[in-house]
């Protein structure tokens, strides 16, 4: 049941944020689009950012399901492109309301989780410390995350599988390239 509430309640703060900018939607408001009251809202989330977060953190999670992988990271990336477009009115006002860091860091722990898993796989037989993975997901992350919030802040214009695609090929043989220096 729990879920199902959640998912209500991303929902009608979909539907709200079509309406109104989030800066004036209020927990009232969602609970109202709802149909439940203001304590349910709160034994969910702790605040509206809150359920912000969640959503962005359910929709990426569907974006990569098993995209994970050197041969799909551009499957995946690709995905989260068109689940950030299929959510733009959300995504938009959200980019409008709050600052770029919190943008990063919904952004981030998608990207973040493709790029380990591409990591992981392509340091498979290698000694190299976590850290070091660590630190080479984020350089990319940075990247990556970087051309996404510029697709965003220019009105998604551009069309994703070009950018994915100059992506793939400015980092084709990098990662392993990478790794390879960072070997213990």
Not at 22 to 49: P, V
Request: charged share 30%.
């Amino acid at each position: 049941m729990s879920q199902i509430t959640k998912r209500a309640l991303e929902q009608s703060l979909k539907n709200l944020l079509l309406k109104k900018p989030l800066t004036k939607i209020t927990i009232n408001d969602i609970a109202e689009d709802c149909g439940i009251n203001r304590m349910t809202f709160y034994y969910h989330f702790k605040d509206i950012y809150d359920l912000v977060e969640w959503s962005c953190m359910e929709d990426a999670r569907k974006a990569l399901e098993e995209k994970k992988t050197y041969d799909t990271w551009q499957q995946g990336l690709l995905q989260i492109f068109d689940a950030v477009r299929q959510n733009k009115p959300f995504i938009m006002n959200v980019y409008r309301c709050v600052h770029q860091e919190q943008v990063e860091k919904f952004l981030s722990p998608l990207v973040d989780s493709l790029l380990r898993g591409v990591i992981n796989e392509e340091s498979a037989g290698m000694t190299v410390r976590d850290e070091d993975k660590d630190f080479i997901a984020q350089v990319y992350s940075y990247v990556f995350i970087g051309i996404m919030l510029d697709w965003i802040k220019n009105d998604m214009r551009g069309e994703p599988e070009v950018i994915v695609e100059k992506l793939a090929t400015l980092v084709k043989g990098s990662i392993s390239s990478a790794l390879g220096r960072f070997k213990v």
